[in-house]
């Protein structure tokens, strides 16, 4: 696997002149060439990036998908994700790239908080959908840090930070704006959801399997982890894991009530390698034992 360690390196292989600072950079798509490089081909770069694209066609495999960019979107990448483009059917179109290295954050609070912004764990085909004055917002942001890379003084790093964060803060905002105006296709997503979760419990019940995990219900819908909580917290007020144990819960309880298996032989069905941590569990969400929901039926 190719790694791309620098923004230095990043401005190389796309033709570009060496960047004006070090750490961070602004790169304008329309003058961009990509060098035919086998690097392309799965690469992993050490620094995060938004790309703000409009009128780019191609595709980008990330993953083990294949994703279409023939839209203006926005996605974000953190350091260290695996991604593979495809050069000979790629036309970049217009839009920018923003490229921060991690050791621009350090001694800023953005350091501590950057992992709240959960969409850098999104796939490529969760990108943000930009309306018009959404995105002509966010490139007046990329025009600011682009000019102030300029200037390197002692007040470059708090400047830049500042944007960069204001340009998070707006897509928080405008993704929660997306999971509520793609309303029908979100609702078609949380029926799937609920429908996987209880084919899980119900055809196997009464066999031993996993506990059903966030990881394994966001791939069957094919959905990045962070994404498909992201979504179910917009609309439910509950993450996926909430969602997960939740069900569980109704599970064992209704186990509880109409079967005559002991607790551990419930805890087993419901996936739980230990006893002691679906009691932990049931009481945790419940404020009594297993036990003692049994006994209230008696």
């Not at 260290?80 to 495809?86: E, R, W």
């Not at 839009?95 to 921060?100: C, E, R, V």
């Amino acid at each position: 696997m190719n790694s791309i360690n620098s923004i230095s390196e990043f401005h190389r292989l796309l033709s570009l002149p060496e960047p004006r600072h070090p750490l961070v950079s602004v790169i304008n798509l329309t003058e961009s060439i990509f060098l035919e490089d086998d690097v392309w081909k799965g690469f992993v770069n050490r620094f995060y990036c938004v790309a703000l694209k409009r009128d780019a066609k191609g595709k980008i495999r990330y993953g083990q998908q294949h994703y279409d960019y023939d839209k203006g979107v926005l996605s974000f990448t953190a350091p260290n994700q695996v991604q593979h483009l495809d050069l000979a059917n790629m036309e970049c179109g217009s839009g920018y790239l923003l490229i921060f290295h991690p050791d621009f954050l350090l001694t800023h609070s953005l350091a501590k908080t950057i992992g709240n912004y959960s969409f850098f764990s999104y796939s490529v085909n969760e990108a943000l959908h930009l309306s018009a004055e959404e995105e002509e917002d966010l490139i007046t942001i990329l025009h600011k840090i682009d000019k102030e890379c300029s200037h390197i003084d002692k007040h470059t790093q708090e400047i830049i930070l500042s944007q960069i964060e204001l340009l998070l803060n707006y897509s928080n905002r405008f993704y929660e704006r997306q999971f509520i105006t793609r309303k029908n296709h979100n609702h078609q997503l949380l029926a799937k959801f609920e429908k996987l979760v209880d084919d899980y419990f119900e055809n196997n019940a009464g066999m031993q399997q996993e506990l059903l995990t966030v990881q394994y219900i966001a791939g069957m819908m094919n959905l990045s982890p962070n994404y498909l909580s992201d979504l179910l917290r917009m609309h439910t007020g509950q993450n996926t894991q909430q969602h997960i144990h939740e069900r569980l819960i109704e599970k064992a309880k209704q186990k509880l009530a109409t079967t005559n298996q002991s607790v551990s032989e419930i805890a087993y069905a419901l996936g739980f390698e230990h006893a002691q941590s679906f009691s932990t569990l049931f009481k945790k969400k419940t404020s009594i034992t297993p036990l003692e929901y049994r006994q209230s039926f008696n």
